[in-house]
């Protein structure tokens, strides 16, 4: 079966450092997203990506936050300078209709800012 | 601003018997209701969906039920299978949204079927 695949899984970082986290999404999937879950908190949406643009972002996703599709098949988060409340459960999906349905979600990488 | 409450963080059956879960929501423009079921260390998987057309889908040995009126949905899980023990999460969205579907997520659901 099809899965969105995420790297690392786990990504100890430096505060102020740059970050990559890493997807390749279902290949015949349009619609991209990240969403991210801090410890003990609810999974939140950060980005929606389509058509190599963004569709919609969060107010979580401010300008330290980037996402590129960058050759047609990866599918990355860039955070520019991470910070301590940075540290989450980051997790990709990608979709290949509208409404919702067949909205597939990688296993994550756990990023913990120190 | 929490548009979808799950209001049970934890829920415990035994094996064999109905799991029931709930979820309500207050934005009326969801069209649009999952359940992904979560383990430790792994990313959501998708369960089951119902879309506001609908007041019940069925899949095996899941039900989920719309209320529209109520705004309020629940998960059936009957019979209960200790490997079903995971956080269930509820999740809503807007159909028409053009090309965003991003998905407004409850807090999850955490369930122990016990042998």
């Known amino acids: 079966e099809p899965e969105v695949t995420q790297t690392p899984s786990h990504q100890v970082t430096q505060m102020g450092q740059e970050v990559i986290l890493r997807c390749v999404p279902i290949?015949?999937?349009?619609?991209f997203y990240w969403y991210r879950q801090i410890l003990g908190q609810k999974v939140e949406f950060l980005v929606s990506?389509?058509?190599?643009?963004?569709?919609?972002k969060s107010e979580i996703f401010d300008d330290q936050f980037s996402v590129e599709r960058p050759d047609g098949s990866n599918f990355t988060l860039k955070i520019r300078s991470t910070k301590l409340e940075d540290s989450a459960m980051y997790f990709c999906?990608?979709?290949?209709?509208?409404?919702?349905?067949?909205?597939?979600f990688g296993s994550g990488t756990r990023l913990t800012v120190v | 601003d929490q548009q979808v409450k799950q209001n049970s963080p934890s829920l415990s059956v035994q094996e064999g018997r109905i799991s029931i879960l709930n979820c309500d929501y207050t934005?009326?423009?969801?069209?649009?209701f999952l359940w992904y079921k979560k383990y430790p260390a792994e990313g959501p998987t998708f369960l089951i969906s119902i879309s506001s057309i609908k007041d019940k889908n069925e899949d095996g040995r899941f039900t989920v039920f719309l209320n529209k009126s109520a705004k309020h949905l629940s998960l059936h899980i009957v019979p209960s299978q200790p490997g079903d023990s995971a956080v269930y999460f509820c999740?809503?969205?807007?159909?028409?949204?053009?090309?965003?579907?991003?998905?407004?997520w409850g807090l999850g659901t955490s369930l122990a079927v016990n042998p």
């Open positions: 999906a990608s979709s290949w209709t509208t409404g919702g349905y067949g909205y597939t």
């Open positions: 290949s015949n999937h349009l619609y």
């Open positions: 999740a809503a969205g807007v159909s028409n949204a053009g090309n965003n579907r991003k998905l407004i």
């Open positions: 934005n009326s423009m969801f069209d649009y």
């Open positions: 990506f389509y058509n190599n643009e963004i569709s919609e």
